[in-house]
């Protein structure tokens, strides 16, 4: 009986493979089988053993297609938009990993990164890490957002604007100062200054400043432009350091190698770009 209904799912999973789908719910499949909740998670379990399913959030199923069996799970991006409908949140994919999906990585991105309106604990998806990074004001930023194609339906994706102002914004998640002027060396020449503008004003103030600094620097003024006299109506403009770590330790506190006036950064070390 119980193969039965391991063997009743795992048709159920083949024919959902068929028609392009590797998600399903608890709800969907118990309807499907005509089976009750704890059959379906008996026969469910045993499948996740076997590195056949993976059940990443409540009721909530992802199937791992036979390519992908080494990797114990398919690609996030082919799950995470019916992820977050499930889980009922507002995202985007973002930081590092929109970076890469623009073009702008000098190295493998090691987290599929995304900005949820919930604070969410990460996933562990066979050899995927997916990780999660809160954001209040979802709606403020909703112009940044774009629409991407995937090869199981669509995804939501930070575009470059957006990224940009995240990677300062997310300093750690974005792997540092030195990383972050290596992926807006790239990112930059795809920004469109004008939406930059519009979407710093959703952005902390010394984000904004920081980000402008940074793109001055790496030959991309023109674009931080517009954000440059957006910043100036917000507000009068107070110096902030370019890299908030340099300072933890005051007795360790490097001395001042540069003020930037036009973006009033204190700059204690300068950003190297890998090549």
Same mark, same amino acid.
């Given at each position: 009986?119980?193969?039965?209904?391991?063997?009743?799912?795992?048709?159920?999973?083949?024919?959902?493979?068929?028609?392009?789908?590797?998600?399903?719910? *608890? =709800?969907?499949? &118990?309807?499907?089988?005509?089976? /009750?909740?704890?059959? %379906?998670?008996?026969? #469910?379990?045993?499948?996740?053993?076997?590195?056949?399913?993976?059940?990443?959030?409540?009721?909530?199923?992802?199937?791992?297609?036979?390519?992908?069996?080494?990797?114990?799970?398919?690609?996030?991006?082919?799950?995470?938009?019916?992820?977050?409908?499930?889980?009922?949140?507002a995202y985007y994919v973002g930081l590092l990993k929109a970076a890469?999906?623009?073009?702008?990585?000098?190295?493998?991105?090691?987290?599929?990164?995304?900005?949820?309106?919930?604070?969410?604990?990460?996933?562990?998806?066979?050899?995927?890490?997916?990780?999660?990074?809160?954001?209040?004001?979802?709606?403020?930023?909703? *112009? =940044?957002?774009? &629409?991407?194609?995937?090869?199981? /339906?669509?995804?939501? %994706?930070?575009?470059? #604007?957006?990224?940009?102002?995240?990677?300062?914004?997310?300093?750690?998640?974005?792997?540092?100062?030195?990383?972050?002027?290596?992926?807006?060396?790239?990112?930059?020449?795809?920004?469109?200054?004008?939406?930059?503008?519009?979407?710093?004003?959703?952005?902390e103030r010394p984000v904004v400043q920081r980000l402008g600094y940074l793109l001055d620097r790496l030959?991309?003024?023109?674009?931080?432009?517009?954000?440059?006299?957006?910043?100036?109506?917000?507000?009068?403009?107070?110096?902030?350091?370019?890299?908030?770590?340099?300072?933890?330790?005051?007795?360790?506190?490097?001395?001042?190698?540069?003020?930037?006036?036009?973006?009033?950064?204190?700059?204690?070390?300068?950003?190297?770009?890998?090549?």
């Amino acid at each position: 009986m119980i193969h039965d209904r391991r063997s009743a799912l795992s048709s159920y999973m083949s024919s959902l493979l068929s028609a392009g789908r590797v998600i399903f719910s *608890g =709800g969907e499949a &118990e309807a499907a089988l005509g089976v /009750g909740r704890g059959a %379906l998670l008996d026969a #469910a379990e045993r499948l996740q053993r076997r590195h056949h399913l993976l059940n990443p959030r409540q009721d909530f199923y992802v199937i791992v297609p036979p390519q992908f069996a080494s990797w114990g799970s398919p690609p996030p991006n082919w799950y995470i938009d019916a992820l977050m409908r499930h889980e009922g949140q507002a995202y985007y994919v973002g930081l590092l990993k929109a970076a890469e999906l623009h073009g702008a990585t000098h190295q493998a991105v090691m987290e599929f990164q995304v900005v949820s309106g919930k604070r969410l604990p990460k996933i562990r998806a066979g050899r995927n890490l997916v990780v999660f990074y809160y954001r209040k004001d979802m709606a403020a930023v909703a *112009g =940044g957002i774009e &629409e991407r194609k995937t090869d199981t /339906g669509t995804m939501r %994706l930070s575009g470059p #604007a957006l990224t940009a102002l995240d990677l300062l914004r997310y300093p750690r998640a974005a792997g540092g100062l030195d990383n972050i002027a290596t992926v807006l060396t790239d990112l930059g020449e795809k920004i469109d200054g004008e939406q930059l503008a519009a979407l710093s004003t959703a952005a902390e103030r010394p984000v904004v400043q920081r980000l402008g600094y940074l793109l001055d620097r790496l030959g991309h003024g023109m674009r931080a432009a517009p954000m440059h006299t957006a910043l100036a109506a917000r507000c009068p403009l107070s110096w902030t350091e370019l890299d908030r770590t340099e300072i933890r330790d005051h007795d360790f506190t490097p001395p001042e190698q540069e003020r930037d006036p036009r973006w009033q950064v204190i700059v204690r070390r300068m950003p190297e770009v890998d090549e």
